[in-house]
């Protein structure tokens, strides 16, 4: 099984729609992260969460939510998706503590599509 | 200035070459660095990370930081059509910054190794 496990896979969904993308992982990282990525643009940081407790905005957090329901799980949320949502989304989780920086672990990702 | 900018390519190299990709940073991602390789439609994979300033070797690969000019690089060496993909670099932010603990990514190089 992956460490970090993103579903769905993929998702088209009609512009309005309220819409779930889910994250859980198993390497016991404290840091999760939400990121979308756009041809030509790179990697842009939705929200981000340190422990259960604690939830940041990134960015580009406007349209989006999010949820740490527990340390393994991240969840991210368009409350009424537009098409500009369209972008493939990655999860990832992080070993950082402190001021220390870690590399990320990713997710497989999330095409979403909003039509 | 971007916070983490990479040369823009494409690159392209023939097998068993020499590839390089560059990246430059501002004061603000200074602690710590990291190259991903991405293949089209897949999550971004570590292969380097890179905490001081000098080279550090891994396999074919090397990755170089310079501090006082504030550039990264990695190199490829007997590059292979395997490596062909998009390399990502990121840096994190200074530590005892609000920003610790997130990376910040250029945009991607692609690079094609031709046989």
């Known amino acids: 099984d992956a460490d970090v496990t993103q579903t769905p896979r993929n998702r088209i969904t009609k512009t309005g729609k309220r819409i779930m993308l889910e994250c859980s992982q198993t390497?016991?990282?404290?840091?999760m992260y939400w990121y979308r990525q756009d041809p030509g643009l790179g990697l842009r940081l939705i929200y981000y969460s340190f422990d259960v407790k604690d939830i940041n905005k990134g960015e580009i957090s406007d349209g989006y939510s999010v949820s740490r329901q527990a340390q393994a799980k991240f969840s991210l949320s368009l409350e009424s998706a537009i098409p500009n949502q369209t972008a493939l989304y990655f999860c990832a989780t992080s070993a950082g503590t402190g001021n220390a920086n870690y590399g990320y672990t990713f997710g497989s990702g999330t095409r979403l599509t909003v039509v | 200035q971007k916070e983490v900018e990479q040369n823009s390519g494409p690159l392209s190299v023939p097998e068993g070459a020499i590839a390089s990709l560059n990246c430059t940073y501002s004061d603000r991602v200074s602690q710590s660095f990291f190259w991903y390789r991405q293949y089209s439609g897949k999550s971004p994979e570590l292969i380097m990370s890179?905490?001081?300033?000098g080279d550090k070797e891994d396999g074919r690969f090397t990755a170089q930081l310079n501090k006082a000019s504030q550039y990264v690089s990695l190199l490829i060496r007997d590059s292979q059509p395997s490596d062909s993909a998009t390399y990502l670099c990121a840096g994190g932010a200074n530590a005892g910054g609000t920003s610790y603990g997130k990376l910040t990514f250029g945009q991607g190089t692609i690079l094609t190794v031709h046989p």
């Open positions: 890179i905490y001081s300033n």
């Open positions: 390497k016991g990282h404290d840091r």
